[in-house]
C-alpha cells in the first residue's frame, strides 16, 4: 500500500482565512480523493483529483470553496476558503489502489479548527 | 443511490467476548465491500475487502466478515475481542470509482 503524508498535521485558523493543505504519496498514483471527516460523524468526499484534468466535486461542495490542485501523479492540495467554524473538521486525502483501483488508502488527516 | 447502514454506532464489550458489527448496503452493481478501522489517534487503516470471490473474507487481526447477496449484508465478526481492538469501525461500498461509507460504529473493549 501506499504510504502517503498530509501537511500540516493540524491548524486553528481564523474566520474568513484560507489555509492549503498538501497530500504526498510515496509512488504515483492516478486518483486521489479528498474527504472530510465532521466530529462524531463519518467520511464524506469531497472531490476526486486527476492528474491533468479537473477535480470532479460532490453534491454540497463547489470549487470556490474547496479548490484542489493536483500538479503530478504524487502530490495534490486541497484549500479551504473563506472558512467558517463549520468548516471545522479533519480533511483526509487518500489514494486509489489495488487491481481494481477501488482499493483506498488514507492519509494520516489535517484536523482543522476555526475560530 | 448508493448508501450504508451501520446498526450499532456504540458498542460496548468485555475482553473475550464476541463481535459483530452489522453493515448493510444499497447498490445497483456489482459491489466491493470494505471495512476500514480507526484506532485512537491513528489514521483511516483498511480491515478487510470483498472482491467477488469467496464471500467469507479474512481480514488482519483476526477479523471476519461475510458477504450474504440477498440480504444486501457484510457484517464484521471477530470470535474473541482485545482490549486493543478498541476503535471506530467503518464499512463502505466502493461504486463509480467511489467509496460510500456508513456511519461508523465505536468499539470500546473493557479488560
Known amino acids: 500500500s501506499a504510504v502517503i503524508s498530509q501537511k500540516p498535521s493540524r491548524d486553528i485558523c481564523q474566520r474568513g482565512t484560507s489555509l492549503t493543505i498538501q497530500c504526498q504519496v510515496d509512488?504515483?498514483?492516478?486518483?486521489m480523493f479528498w474527504y472530510r471527516q465532521q466530529p462524531g460523524q463519518s467520511l464524506t468526499l469531497i472531490a476526486t483529483?486527476?492528474?491533468?484534468?479537473?477535480?470532479?466535486?460532490e453534491s454540497g461542495f463547489v470549487i470556490d470553496k474547496f479548490p484542489i490542485s493536483r500538479p503530478n501523479l504524487t502530490f495534490s492540495t486541497l484549500t479551504v476558503s473563506n472558512m467558517s467554524p463549520e468548516d471545522s473538521s479533519i480533511y483526509l486525502c487518500?489514494?486509489?489502489?489495488?487491481?481494481?483501483?477501488?482499493?483506498?488508502?488514507f492519509g494520516p488527516g489535517t484536523r482543522l479548527t476555526v475560530t | 443511490a448508493q448508501s450504508v447502514s451501520q446498526h450499532n454506532h456504540h458498542v460496548i464489550l468485555s475482553e473475550a467476548a464476541s463481535l459483530e458489527l452489522g453493515c448493510n448496503y444499497s447498490?445497483?452493481?456489482?459491489?466491493?465491500l470494505f471495512w476500514y478501522v480507526q484506532y485512537p489517534g491513528q489514521h483511516l487503516q483498511l480491515l478487510l475487502k470483498y472482491f467477488s470471490e469467496d464471500p467469507l473474507v479474512k481480514g488482519i487481526k483476526g477479523f471476519e466478515a461475510e458477504f450474504i447477496k440477498s440480504k444486501f449484508s457484510f457484517n464484521l465478526r471477530k470470535p474473541s475481542v482485545q482490549w486493543s481492538d478498541t476503535a471506530e469501525y467503518f464499512c463502505a461500498v466502493s461504486g463509480y470509482n467511489k467509496l460510500i461509507f456508513g456511519a461508523g460504529t465505536r468499539l470500546a473493549v473493557h479488560p
Open positions: 483529483a486527476n492528474q491533468g484534468s479537473e477535480a470532479t466535486y
Open positions: 509512488s504515483q498514483v492516478t486518483m
Open positions: 487518500s489514494v486509489a489502489s489495488g487491481v481494481a483501483g477501488y482499493e483506498q488508502y
Open positions: 447498490y445497483g452493481g456489482t459491489v466491493n
